[in-house]
């Protein structure tokens, strides 16, 4: 009993750390085994493969502290998020109820079964023994992609294929990572295109064995230039997504949308060339309205969108920006007569780097992550951003605000 104690003292800690939200494989898999190894004992015969409401259902008697005790480990060990097979002699004894349900088990029915039976890939079973850290795997189900992380938690005593097999999903966990790596990768990309640029323009501009054509000069400095402001962007850009996804919740109060409006109009009127018209429009019903918002937040996406719109929109052409209710929601929205978005497009132009046109983009001063940084700031504010486009036609971006975060201004005639 006092070695039983001990191990289920090894198991607590990191079954509790899993209850409050984390625990390491390796934390799981040393649970397991200190659990399971109590359990085995000498009680596997009326619990192995029961859940211990079942165990308890087999003994006529009131359970007892010890059992109530087991009851609990057994239920923790069978909601544990990885799958945790017992194994004696290469053969199945006991599984938890992830392992039941990801590999397709029912131990009473395959009890003594051998284990590679039910394994993706049998050769997996030799490989994850003789692994000392574990191993990955990847496999396919239903067509779908699936990364396993395996480990054998062989006992120290007993035969070799006697111990715990581990798995944990790690499925999220690669696409997360594969996910960084690319982004790691474009920032890069991104970087080194004004950077190669800007270092050649500086080779030449300091050759000192043959003069300098005047305009050569001043074209190359006004290169340098260019491919500064261009990392300055980016680097800009990057910081607010960071921030957006990890920084403080946004700063709401009560904001006027003619304000908004206003100040978008006049950054669209001061970057908009010769030939394109910014127009505001705002039906009366919404003068006095406000929107429960991060004013800063909200100034930025329609930035972002009213840039895009004039540099998309060859003159001549006509931005409008305005605001308008639908369904007891107040939608925000800038729509241009540009050059449009062709249909299959659409679903992707939040994602970070995602540009239609690579040269385009990058030749009237896009980062690729206006967009993205638009979609965070909606997601903070519970909003909606909504893209309708027609190629050669134009392109509306909509940010749709639900009922509740918006009001007429007190004092200020009803809608
Ligand atoms: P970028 O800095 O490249 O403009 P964004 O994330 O702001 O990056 O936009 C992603 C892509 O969506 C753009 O590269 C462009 O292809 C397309 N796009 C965005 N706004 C418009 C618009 N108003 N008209 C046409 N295409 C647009």
């Given amino acids: 009993m006092v070695k039983g104690i001990s191990l289920l003292l090894v198991a607590v800690a990191p079954l509790f750390a899993w209850l409050q939200g984390g625990v390491t494989g390796l934390g799981w898999g040393v649970a397991a085994v200190a659990a399971l190894g109590w359990l085995s004992a000498s009680r596997r015969q009326r619990l192995s493969d029961r859940s211990a409401a079942a165990g308890r259902a087999l003994s006529n008697s009131a359970p007892t502290k010890e059992q109530q005790q087991l ?137 000192r064995d043959f003069p300098l054509d005047p305009q050569l000069r001043s074209d190359l400095i006004a290169q ?26 946004p700063a709401k109060g009560w904001v006027t949308v003619v304000e908004l409006i206003d100040e978008a109009c006049e950054v669209g009127a001061a970057l908009a060339p010769e030939g394109l018209t910014v127009t505001a429009e705002l039906p009366e019903s919404l003068a006095s309205a406000e929107l429960y918002a991060d004013a800063t937040e909200i100034a930025s996406a329609l930035h972002n969108l009213v840039s895009n719109a004039v540099r998309y929109t060859p003159p001549p052409g006509e931005i409008t920006i305005g605001a308008t209710e639908r369904d007891g929601r107040l939608v925000l929205f800038v729509a241009d007569t540009g050059i449009g978005i062709a249909e299959e497009h659409i679903p992707r132009l939040t994602e970070r780097f995602y540009r239609v046109d690579r040269a385009r983009s990058r030749a009237s001063g896009g980062t690729g992550l206006g967009l993205a940084i638009v979609r965070h700031i909606a997601d903070r504010h519970e909003a909606l951003l909504s893209i309708t486009s027609a190629l050669g036609k134009g392109s509306r971006f909509a940010l749709e605000f639900r009922e509740g975060t918006w009001r007429q201004r007190a004092g200020a005639r009803g809608r």
């Avoid at 340098?224 to 919740?249: I, K, N, S």
């Fill in 71 to 207: 009851d609990r480990w057994l239920r923790l060990l069978d909601a544990a998020p990885v799958a945790l097979v017992e194994v004696q002699r290469g053969g199945v004894l006991w599984a938890n109820a992830t392992a039941r349900q990801w590999l397709a088990l029912d131990p009473q029915r395959h009890a003594g079964r051998p284990v590679l039976w039910f394994l993706p890939y049998p050769s997996w079973w030799e490989e994850v023994r003789k692994s000392r850290d574990g191993m990955t795997g990847a496999w396919q189900r239903d067509g779908e992609p699936i990364v396993w992380r395996l480990r054998w938690l062989g006992q120290s005593s007993g035969s070799d294929d006697d111990g715990v097999l581990w798995i944990e999903d790690w499925t999220e966990r690669q696409r997360v990572e594969a996910m960084r790596r690319d982004f790691v990768a474009n920032v890069s990309h991104e970087l080194r295109t004004p950077l190669t640029v800007l270092i050649g323009a500086l080779e030449t501009l300091s050759e």
């Fill in 224 to 249: 340098c230039e260019r491919q500064g402001q261009q990392m300055l962007r980016l680097v800009r850009d990057l910081l607010q997504l960071a921030e957006l996804e990890g920084g403080a919740p």
